[in-house]
Each structure stands twice: as structure tokens, then as C-alpha cells.
């Protein structure tokens, strides 16, 4: 179905190695094969030869040839390849050419020229597979992350396309969504469909999987069949860059807090429409904690993320110290949001500027201090490239690392580990631990387990815009962080 032959390429104007060196494999048709590999090795890079954005959108020097289903990517228009293949992006927000979830998942069937009934028919059986009944209709912008994921994947399937390319598709999703998403890849695999997955995310996948292709640095290092790999000793599977197989345990977890200032929460208010999105009347959070705030998709996270960053006008509540009132604009001036979308906070030429930007002082003074950022995330070697360059794994480390140049008090992080290989989240923890003993207070809003047990100690989980229970590393909390997680 697919076929890679001596292929290698290297994206225009870039100034890293070739994205892929000469690669050759090929993907036999119904087989599910996933693609991993630490942030930057090319496994997007594959996804975008196979549903054919290479040649045709991407520009750069390709040597080589790929066919699906007998017939050259780079020969034919790039609507032909669209109907066999469907994509679900790493930013689902780039492929959506609507502004409601309905017109969106019914988007291909229009443009392939489906009948009415037709349409309404599979939108029902589509909509009740991917549990999104509940998200007809809706704002795609008033959606969070994992809703609009959602959206992508129900869209890709309503026109019932031969190979389905998933990049990153479990990075903004919550633990039922996540196995619903593996549900669903069962379901293409025993209707015969062809489907590759680039993904860091690995556990969801061990009873769908067929295959696995292990990427290091724009080459294929290992392809295996996947029982093979899941037998692998989690030390292999570390030193490799790669997401564990086994669920965290966070029974193991010793960290405590000691006795603290806290700071105080008071009628956080927020609503898009005439329904509450937000609605926490008293919180209190230690000061100087990293907070993990955990929830379903659509519990209100990210909204909770805008309003105690000043971000959202309409939104009520304050913010109490022991020193100081903050109102939404003083929020606004002490606070730091890195976005789920990192795209929109990108602004300079190059990495160093990225991060010099925030700075307080001179730049020629700041310079120093941003290259010790730029190593302790692993991006100094990048500092000259153009952040929009990068990989979505490099961006996010990009924009964490404005977060830490910024020295604000309070710094929010949206999925700040969101496409992002074993190595680097480690040491995103480890750069967030950092930050914490210099007495900030910081929000991490995440589905990621292994980040919540390497840096986070108190949390807040949140159901419809509401806080259902908070607190630090207890005995019942590790359970209810245990029993949360264990549906991955």
C-alpha cells in the first residue's frame, strides 16, 4: 500500500541535517505501523511524503520516490492522493477550514459531492463512535486541545479513506479519549485500513500495533515487529528517548510540601455563552508549588489558565497574596501562559531572539543568561534557526524556555510537554523544578502522567469548570491519580 524508495529530503531554507536520509520500507495494506522516535528524527516528516504535503506544500530537495496504493506522490495532484489517504495533524487547528464542529466533520463529504442523506447518515455513526455528539455544533475555537483533536480524527474518518496518517493524535487527549482513540484504530484495522502512527505516546497502542519503525536522526535504526517491541526492558525504551510502556505508579512518589504561604483563589467567573465555564468561588494554592491542574477534556482547564492570567476581560475573581490584591490587569503584568498552540507566540527570526525578547534589561547583558536557558533545554545548537523551522517537539521547548527567560512570578503552561520525547520532557521537569526553588508559583496543565510524577507536588482537578478536589501527594490522592490514569 505504501512504499518508500531511497528517499531523502531536506526541508528549504533549513539549516539542520537532512529531515530524512535515504530510506527505503514499505507498509503492506491494513497493517498498522507506528512511527517513534525522540522530537526532530523525521517521523513527520514520513507522515507528510505518504499524504503527499511533500512535495506539494512543503518545498526542499527530494531525492527518491513514495507510492501509495501503486501510484507516485510527487507524480499526481495532491486532491487525488486526499482520497486515499486522510491526516489528523500534531495542531489539529491547521487543518480546519470551519468555524463550527459539525460543518467541519462534514467538510470532505461536501467537497467529494456525498448526497444529503448520505452525509447525515455516516455524521451519525461517526459522531457516536468518537463519543462527539455533545460537540455538534459548537465553536471549534471554544473547544479545548483535546476537543478539537477529537473533531480532526472524526472528520479524516467520515470519508472513509484506504490509509489513515495520525501525527501525535493522543498529545492533547485525555485518558478516555485516548482509549477511545486506540478503539478506534482497532475498529480501521479490522475494515482493512492502512494506518501509520507518529506518536511519543506509546502504551495506547500495544494491543493495535503490527509493526514498529524506530527513527534516530532522519534514518530508520530498528523495524520490528511489534510484539518484539513491547517485550523490550523499560531501561531500553528510556535510553532510546521513548514514553514508557508500563502506566505510572504514583504510589512510588515521596515529594511533600513544607509549611507555606498559600495564595488565594476568590469568585473566578467565566462564561463564553450563557452557560458557566468557570466557576470557582475559593482556592487556595501553596505558593512556590508546581501545580498540576488534571481534568477531562473540556473540564475548563485552559479557560481557568486564561482568566488567572488576566487574559480573558470578561472574567471575574482575584487573585490574594500575602503582600498584594492582584486584579485581572495586574495579572496580566506578573504572569507568564504558555499557549497549547505555541504557533501563536512565536515572534522573532531566530531562537536566541525568541528568548531574549522577554528579558528584562539589555540584550547584550540578557545574552549570556539566554544561551545558559537555551543548553538547559537542549536548543543552543539551534539558536540561530527560525523558531517556525523547528519541529513541533523543538517549538514547544522554545517557548518554555520564553517562559523561564520572562521572570515572572506566576507562569502557566498549557501541555508544555505535548509532543515532546522521554529526554526532554525530563528535562522540562527538571528546568520547571528549577524554577520552583526560586520561590515561583507555577500552573501545569497536562495529560502527561510521567511529567505530573517527575515535578508536579499539588494539584487541582477540575470537572465542568469547577475544582472537585485539590491537595498534595496524600495517600487518597495517589489513588485518585492512579485510578484517573489508568484508563491509558
Given at each position: 500500500m505504501i512504499e518508500f524508495k531511497n528517499v531523502s529530503f531536506c526541508y528549504k531554507d533549513s539549516e539542520q541535517a537532512n529531515s530524512l536520509h535515504n530510506i527505503s520500507f514499505h507498509i503492506k495494506k491494513g497493517e498498522v505501523v507506528l512511527l517513534c522516535g525522540k522530537s526532530g528524527?523525521?517521523?513527520?516528516?514520513?507522515?507528510?511524503?505518504?499524504?503527499?504535503?511533500?512535495?506539494?506544500?512543503?518545498?526542499?530537495?527530494?531525492?527518491?520516490d513514495v507510492t501509495v496504493d501503486g501510484k507516485s506522490v510527487s507524480q499526481?495532484?495532491?486532491?487525488?492522493?486526499?482520497?486515499?489517504?486522510?491526516?489528523?495533524?500534531?495542531?489539529?487547528?491547521?487543518?480546519?477550514?470551519?468555524?463550527?464542529a459539525t460543518s467541519e466533520i462534514v467538510f470532505g463529504c461536501e467537497n467529494m459531492g456525498w448526497s444529503l442523506a448520505d452525509i447525515q447518515q455516516r455524521l451519525s455513526l461517526i459522531a457516536h463512535d468518537f463519543n462527539v455528539e455533545n460537540l455538534l455544533g459548537r465553536n471549534l475555537f471554544h473547544l479545548?486541545?483535546?476537543?478539537?483533536?477529537?473533531?480532526?480524527?472524526?472528520?479524516?474518518?467520515?470519508?472513509?479513506?484506504?490509509?489513515?496518517?495520525?501525527?501525535?493524535?493522543a498529545s492533547n487527549l485525555d485518558c478516555k479519549s485516548i482509549r477511545m482513540l486506540a478503539d478506534i484504530i482497532s475498529i480501521w484495522k479490522r475494515e482493512g485500513k492502512t494506518v501509520?502512527?507518529?506518536?511519543?505516546?506509546?502504551?495506547?497502542?500495544?494491543?493495535?500495533?503490527?509493526?514498529?519503525?524506530?527513527?534516530?536522526?532522519?534514518?530508520?535504526?530498528?523495524?520490528?515487529?511489534?510484539?518484539?517491541?513491547?517485550?523490550?526492558?523499560?531501561?531500553?525504551?528510556?535510553?532510546?528517548?521513548?514514553?514508557?510502556?508500563?502506566?505510572?505508579?504514583?504510589?512510588k512518589q515521596k515529594k511533600a510540601l513544607t509549611d507555606t504561604a498559600y495564595l488565594e483563589l476568590q469568585n473566578f467567573r467565566f462564561s463564553y455563552s450563557d452557560t458557566p465555564n468557570l466557576e470557582i468561588h475559593s482556592l487556595n494554592i501553596p505558593q512556590g508549588a508546581i501545580v498540576g491542574i488534571i481534568g477531562?477534556?473540556?473540564?475548563?482547564?485552559?479557560?481557568?489558565?486564561?482568566?488567572?492570567?488576566?487574559?480573558?476581560?470578561?472574567?471575574?475573581?482575584q487573585l490574594r497574596t500575602a503582600e498584594n490584591t492582584l486584579?485581572?490587569?495586574?495579572?496580566?503584568?506578573?504572569?507568564?501562559?504558555?499557549?497549547?498552540?505555541?504557533?501563536?507566540?512565536?515572534?522573532?527570526?531566530?531562537v536566541e531572539e525568541e528568548i531574549l525578547i522577554g528579558m528584562p534589561g539589555k540584550e547584550d547583558d540578557n545574552r549570556l543568561e539566554a544561551e545558559n536557558i537555551l543548553g538547559s533545554m537542549d536548543l543552543l545548537q539551534l539558536k540561530d534557526?527560525?523558531?517556525?523551522?523547528?519541529?513541533?517537539g523543538q517549538k514547544q521547548r522554545v517557548a518554555v524556555a520564553s517562559?523561564?527567560?520572562?521572570?515572572?512570578?506566576?507562569?502557566?503552561?498549557?501541555?508544555?510537554?505535548?509532543?515532546?520525547?522521554?529526554?526532554?520532557?525530563?528535562?522540562?521537569?527538571?528546568?520547571?523544578?528549577?524554577?520552583?526553588?526560586?520561590?515561583?508559583?507555577?500552573?501545569?496543565?497536562?495529560?502527561?502522567?510521567?511529567?505530573?510524577?517527575?515535578?508536579?507536588?499539588?494539584?487541582?482537578?477540575?470537572?465542568?469548570?469547577?475544582?472537585t478536589w485539590n491537595g498534595g501527594w496524600t495517600a487518597e490522592n495517589m489513588q485518585r491519580l492512579n485510578l484517573f490514569f489508568s484508563t491509558i
Amino acid at each position: 500500500m505504501i512504499e518508500f524508495k531511497n528517499v531523502s529530503f531536506c526541508y528549504k531554507d533549513s539549516e539542520q541535517a537532512n529531515s530524512l536520509h535515504n530510506i527505503s520500507f514499505h507498509i503492506k495494506k491494513g497493517e498498522v505501523v507506528l512511527l517513534c522516535g525522540k522530537s526532530g528524527c523525521g517521523k513527520t516528516t514520513i507522515t507528510r511524503f505518504i499524504n503527499g504535503l511533500i512535495p506539494h506544500y512543503y518545498d526542499g530537495e527530494m531525492k527518491g520516490d513514495v507510492t501509495v496504493d501503486g501510484k507516485s506522490v510527487s507524480q499526481q495532484p495532491i486532491y487525488e492522493t486526499a482520497k486515499l489517504v486522510g491526516s489528523v495533524f500534531q495542531n489539529p487547528r491547521s487543518q480546519f477550514f470551519n468555524v463550527d464542529a459539525t460543518s467541519e466533520i462534514v467538510f470532505g463529504c461536501e467537497n467529494m459531492g456525498w448526497s444529503l442523506a448520505d452525509i447525515q447518515q455516516r455524521l451519525s455513526l461517526i459522531a457516536h463512535d468518537f463519543n462527539v455528539e455533545n460537540l455538534l455544533g459548537r465553536n471549534l475555537f471554544h473547544l479545548s486541545g483535546g476537543e478539537k483533536q477529537k473533531i480532526a480524527c472524526a472528520a479524516v474518518t467520515m470519508v472513509n479513506p484506504d490509509v489513515l496518517v495520525l501525527d501525535e493524535p493522543a498529545s492533547n487527549l485525555d485518558c478516555k479519549s485516548i482509549r477511545m482513540l486506540a478503539d478506534i484504530i482497532s475498529i480501521w484495522k479490522r475494515e482493512g485500513k492502512t494506518v501509520v502512527i507518529a506518536e511519543h505516546r506509546l502504551n495506547y497502542l500495544r494491543q493495535v500495533a503490527d509493526r514498529v519503525i524506530y527513527m534516530e536522526s532522519g534514518q530508520i535504526a530498528e523495524d520490528v515487529p511489534a510484539n518484539y517491541f513491547w517485550k523490550m526492558p523499560s531501561a531500553e525504551i528510556r535510553r532510546r528517548g521513548l514514553r514508557s510502556l508500563e502506566p505510572v505508579d504514583f504510589r512510588k512518589q515521596k515529594k511533600a510540601l513544607t509549611d507555606t504561604a498559600y495564595l488565594e483563589l476568590q469568585n473566578f467567573r467565566f462564561s463564553y455563552s450563557d452557560t458557566p465555564n468557570l466557576e470557582i468561588h475559593s482556592l487556595n494554592i501553596p505558593q512556590g508549588a508546581i501545580v498540576g491542574i488534571i481534568g477531562n477534556n473540556g473540564a475548563g482547564k485552559t479557560t481557568f489558565a486564561r482568566c488567572l492570567c488576566g487574559l480573558e476581560k470578561k472574567a471575574s475573581g482575584q487573585l490574594r497574596t500575602a503582600e498584594n490584591t492582584l486584579n485581572r490587569k495586574k495579572r496580566l503584568k506578573n504572569s507568564y501562559l504558555v499557549m497549547q498552540d505555541v504557533n501563536h507566540q512565536l515572534f522573532t527570526e531566530s531562537v536566541e531572539e525568541e528568548i531574549l525578547i522577554g528579558m528584562p534589561g539589555k540584550e547584550d547583558d540578557n545574552r549570556l543568561e539566554a544561551e545558559n536557558i537555551l543548553g538547559s533545554m537542549d536548543l543552543l545548537q539551534l539558536k540561530d534557526l527560525h523558531p517556525l523551522s523547528l519541529s513541533g517537539g523543538q517549538k514547544q521547548r522554545v517557548a518554555v524556555a520564553s517562559a523561564i527567560s520572562s521572570y515572572r512570578d506566576l507562569l502557566v503552561f498549557d501541555e508544555p510537554t505535548s509532543g515532546l520525547d522521554y529526554h526532554h520532557m525530563v528535562e522540562v521537569a527538571e528546568n520547571l523544578n528549577g524554577i520552583r526553588a526560586l520561590g515561583k508559583t507555577l500552573f501545569i496543565i497536562t495529560h502527561d502522567p510521567e511529567l505530573i510524577f517527575e515535578c508536579c507536588n499539588y494539584f487541582v482537578f477540575m470537572e465542568q469548570g469547577r475544582v472537585t478536589w485539590n491537595g498534595g501527594w496524600t495517600a487518597e490522592n495517589m489513588q485518585r491519580l492512579n485510578l484517573f490514569f489508568s484508563t491509558i
